[in-house]
């Protein structure tokens, strides 16, 4: 048998140029009609498609608009998935007078116990904090 003539790197960079190409252009009627019937909220109750008209098609430009403006995080989730980690829902951000400085996000091993996950982010942020100019 011959060896690949690529690697597995290869395969991740094809892989995350697909996954951002699927993102980079949204279908605007797409992004309505996936929002039919779906619920607002996690805990349900009202669905997109309760709204006026008008709340409805504002909701769609503005979430077609974010959609549209989302970083290219394409080869950071290719790698995750292969890794086998997981995004936490965690992050940590820094924001100064003018808006966002900085945001972290993490991704671990699904078996991570909930302590050292916490532990993790916690000892990250505790860290950072160290080098940050004091406010008062």
Request: a negative charge; proline letters at 6%.
């Given at each position: 048998?011959t060896?690949?003539?690529?690697?597995?790197?290869?395969l991740?960079a094809?892989a995350?140029r697909?996954h951002y190409t699927a993102?980079?252009?949204?279908?605007y009627?797409?992004?309505g009609e996936?929002?039919?019937?779906?619920d607002v909220?996690?805990?349900?109750?009202?669905a997109?498609?309760?709204f006026?008209?008008?709340?409805?098609?504002a909701?769609?430009?503005?979430?077609?608009?974010?959609?549209?403006?989302?970083?290219?995080?394409?080869?950071?989730a290719?790698n995750?998935?292969?890794?086998?980690l997981?995004?936490?829902?965690?992050?940590?951000?820094?924001?100064?007078?003018?808006?966002p400085?900085?945001?972290?996000?993490?991704?671990?091993?699904?078996?991570m116990p909930?302590?050292?996950r916490?532990?993790?982010?916690?000892?990250?942020g505790?860290?950072?904090?160290?080098y940050?100019?004091e406010?008062?």
């Open positions: 048998m060896a690949r003539p690529y690697t597995d790197d290869d991740r094809e995350a697909q993102t980079e252009d949204p279908d009627m797409g992004v996936q929002m039919e019937g779906r909220t996690p805990d349900g109750g009202v997109w498609n309760d006026s008209d008008e709340t409805f098609d909701a769609q430009r503005s979430i077609h608009d974010l959609i549209n403006g989302a970083a290219d995080v394409s080869r950071w290719i995750l998935g292969a890794d086998g997981e995004p936490l829902d965690s992050s940590l951000a820094m924001s100064t007078t003018i808006g400085l900085v945001r972290i996000h993490f991704a671990v091993r699904p078996d909930e302590e050292m916490t532990a993790l982010i916690e000892g990250v505790m860290e950072i904090a160290k940050l100019p406010t008062t």
